[in-house]
């Protein structure tokens, strides 16, 4: 995937793939002629072996045959036993030279025949990646122009109770500033029942990701921990955030529900880097659009001490795929076209690596 999420570079990056999958097809025809012409170069080579023993076995019993007419004639008898061993030993040598020529040559061939096969095999591996490279690619592509997603029409529950979150710590913010103390004090106490209730909503098993219909979408596994215990632990963890990394990541929450389309920076659409960027422009952070140069704009994490509105990265170098830590094993990301913004498990297994936003 481009750095920098384009369809553009998509595009130039999806010629080059067709490319080097057109020139391991090509290897790999080239190897399956050089197989087949090396099978039929040992098939003659070894009736060669086959014509010239038998030939030897004829000559044996013929001289065997005429050794005996002439030793029961007595004529002549050693001179002409003599004449046909020493014929029969030149032409045995000769032929011995022949015979380890030929099998000399049958090794070679069988050797060059192995090592095309493995060859061969060396190629599989590597066009299985160059598929998968383009299909990504033509998946990508083709989401950018895809009017038709498997997401919900209008904001999810998430994305409303995050938008409220979000609107009372502004107006708490905007109240205190004014001096109206009391005002600012009502406004903290309606934030915090919506992030209860945002928290209960994060915690869910499926949480975030809808059918058309409203059904719930299985999206993976979920941790074998009841949504309470979770929502108890976003609850601390959100506890601990500063204005900053909250309105990151409420403003990430709140596109929950929104088509995923690459290369999409808001405010309606949203590829995986365009949300991050997004997302964090709230705080006055500038992040490029592309999940490898998001992921290394900030220092290493480990797993277990990431807060949220740390980047999660997929792929080599991050260049695949980023998703917002929110705390308790949960991600917001635009995962893509089947899905668009959604919260989700967070993944570590797959994981390229994690990075600590200011």
Not at 45 to 73: H, M, P, Y
Not at 82 to 94: D, K, Q, Y
Not at 139 to 158: E, M, N, Q, R
Request: proline letters at 5%; charged letters at 25%; glycine letters at 8%.
């Amino acid at each position: 995937m481009p750095a920098d999420d384009s369809v553009a570079s998509a595009q130039m990056l999806l010629t080059q793939v067709v490319a080097a999958i057109e020139e391991v097809q090509a290897r790999r025809t080239t190897l399956e002629q050089r197989i087949a012409t090396g099978e039929a170069e040992v098939r003659q080579t070894r009736q060669r072996l086959e014509d010239l023993e038998r030939k030897r076995k004829a000559r044996a019993v013929g001289a065997f045959i005429n050794g005996d007419a002439i030793v029961e004639s007595k004529i002549q008898v050693d001179d002409q036993r003599v004449r046909i061993i020493t014929s029969i030993e030149g032409i045995e040598t000769m032929d011995g030279q022949r015979r380890r020529a030929i099998e000399v040559q049958i090794a070679r061939l069988d050797q060059r025949i192995r090592d095309d096969r493995s060859s061969l095999a060396a190629t599989e591996p590597e066009l299985a990646e160059l598929n998968a490279a383009r299909q990504m690619l033509q998946d990508k592509i083709s989401s950018a122009l895809d009017t038709t997603v498997d997401v919900p029409v209008g904001p999810t529950d998430i994305a409303v109770t995050a938008a409220a979150a979000l609107g009372r710590r502004r107006s708490a913010s905007a109240l205190t500033a004014a001096g109206d103390l009391a005002g600012a004090a009502a406004a903290t106490e309606a934030e915090r029942r919506e992030l209860e209730r945002l928290a209960a909503l994060v915690a869910r098993p499926t949480p975030g990701a809808y059918n058309p219909d409203g059904t719930p979408k299985s999206i993976g596994p979920t941790p074998a921990v009841d949504p309470a215990t979770l929502a108890t632990r976003l609850l601390a963890e959100w506890s601990l955030m500063d204005d900053r990394r909250m309105t990151v990541m409420l403003f990430a929450l709140q596109q929950v529900g929104k088509r995923y389309v690459w290369g999409g920076a808001g405010p309606d659409v949203y590829d995986c880097s365009g949300l991050v960027m997004r997302a964090w422009a709230l705080a006055g952070v500038r992040l490029e659009h592309g999940s490898a140069s998001q992921v290394a704009s900030g220092p290493p994490v480990a797993v277990g001490e990431m807060i949220p509105g740390d980047l999660l990265g997929y792929g080599p170098g991050s260049n695949k795929h980023v998703t917002m830590y929110i705390g308790a094993d949960r991600v917001v990301e635009a995962k893509g076209s089947a899905y668009g913004v959604i919260v989700n498990n967070a993944r570590y297994a797959d994981m390229d690596g994690a990075a600590r936003m200011p």
